[in-house]
């Protein structure tokens, strides 16, 4: 994908992603928010966030860059560093 997207609209297409596919409620969509404690992800959902986000971004999050996610900010960062 060629388009360049803003931290921003990464951040929107990730809450979107959130609150529909993984059901959490859209307050809790800060940065900061830690994805296991604060959203209660676990790790198949994590391969499953994993997955939408390679679909969004057309290119396959390296998994040693996955393990380093921890909050919306850092998947925000990660995916903004693939585009």
Known sequence: MDKK???EQIFDK???ILTD????ESEKLVPEASLFEDLE???ID????AVKLQEFAGKKIPPENFKQIKT????VDAVEELL
């Open 5 to 7: 997207y803003t931290k």
């Open 14 to 16: 990730l809450k979107d």
């Open 21 to 24: 596919d993984f059901e959490i």
């Open 41 to 43: 992800l676990d790790s």
């Open 46 to 49: 994590a391969v499953d966030l």
């Open 72 to 75: 919306i900010s850092d998947v």
